[in-house]
């Protein structure tokens, strides 16, 4: 039989992935394994030939989702050290476990021309590029998901890194006065939920190359806030200066974990928060239904590490007070979600038992 030809570009894989954007200051793009849609993949950058940096490619775009790429959590936007490559410069990005290539790397840096978009991407997500002339006050300035130097009353660049139903992190500084901190004010669906003073070190983005690097922020929900998936979420900045916005525009879980064993005395299984990786996630226990318990995701884990999952430290193990009883007639199915929030893990529901209807018997008699 002959062998079907294929573009140079095709390769038999389940790794799907594409590099948006290569520029001397930041490398944007996804990657996910559509036959495994909760998992998030872990990418190796090479520049010139040597490792730069490992991550986890798990930022939410809405354009990804409305393609039916998953649930839309595969995207990274990775910033590179101001000044340090120079246009030219050979750029690789390859799937850390598979060694599955990107598509359109190798990829050569560009200048970098202020922060353009590729022209795919604006068309899926207008709203994220829409001009500041668009805002409530002709001196607010509507800020994208990436860092944008502004040119307005003050040179305010800022970057929303995650924004999820427990909380939300970011940076802003002022350029033109670095040893300044700015405050926030944080609204979803238009409700106040929280204010701060932008004056900590922040995880990830380029604020740390600027003055003394200390222009981050995070802000805790409440429980009575009750903030759900895909509400609507800015960050005023000085009482209207800008407006930061994450990706999409609305709150988004980056939650990944799952159940792969349940019986009659335990449950177990895993729980990441790629948002904040440092903090373990609490996972509630229901039985048919009703609240049993919850149990951390904490135990260290060897096949966890293998994958990529951090240190692998995220499993829980749950032991149910006593056996559960198993009764012919009724269903046992075990829940997990992750507290505090609507996450379901992965193979949950779990059906322990199902119910099971046994024919009525026939007497006979003898005559």
Request: glycine residues 10%.
């Amino acid at each position: 039989m002959a062998e079907v030809a294929r573009a140079p570009h095709e390769v038999l894989t389940d790794i799907l992935g594409y590099i948006d954007r290569a520029t001397v200051n930041e490398i944007h793009g996804w990657v996910w394994n559509k036959n495994d849609p909760l998992s998030r993949r872990k990418l190796n950058l090479f520049i010139d030939g040597s490792l730069v940096e490992s991550f986890v490619a798990c930022r939410f775009r809405q354009d990804l989702k409305d393609a039916d790429i998953g649930d839309g959590f595969y995207s990274f936007e990775l910033s590179l050290p101001r000044g340090k490559y120079k246009p030219g410069v050979t750029a690789r990005l390859v799937d850390a476990a598979t060694g599955t290539e990107l598509f359109r790397s190798p990829a050569r840096l560009t200048p970098d021309t202020g922060g353009a978009t590729q022209p795919d991407r604006a068309k899926s997500r207008p709203e994220a590029e829409a001009p500041a002339a668009q805002s409530q006050s002709r001196n607010v300035v509507s800020l994208s998901a990436k860092p944008l130097p502004m040119q307005s009353l003050a040179a305010v660049a800022g970057e929303i890194l995650w924004a999820d139903e427990h909380g939300i992190a970011g940076w802003v500084v002022d350029e033109a006065a670095p040893d300044r901190r700015l405050r926030v004010q944080v609204l979803v669906d238009g409700r106040e939920c929280g204010t701060a003073l932008a004056d900590a070190r922040p995880i990830g983005g380029r604020a740390t190359q600027i003055g003394d690097g200390m222009h981050g922020f995070r802000i805790d929900f409440r429980p009575e806030h009750l903030i759900a998936e895909h509400m609507k979420v800015e960050v005023v900045v000085e009482g209207g200066l800008a407006v930061l916005k994450p990706p999409g525009g609305v709150i988004g879980t980056a939650i990944q974990g799952g159940l792969d064993r349940c019986d009659d005395r335990l449950v177990r299984g895993w729980a990441i928060n790629w948002n904040e990786p440092g903090r373990k996630p609490v996972v509630e226990i229901y039985l048919n239904n009703e609240l049993v318990g919850e149990v951390e995701a904490s135990r260290p884990r060897d096949d966890l590490k293998r994958l990529g999952i951090a240190d692998g430290a995220y499993g829980f193990l749950f032991k149910f007070p006593k056996p559960v009883e198993m009764k012919l007639s009724q269903d046992v199915v075990v829940r997990a979600l992750v507290a505090h929030t609507n996450v379901e893990l992965a193979h949950s529901p779990w059906w322990v038992g199902r119910a099971v209807s046994l024919p009525k018997s026939r007497l006979v008699t003898k005559s």
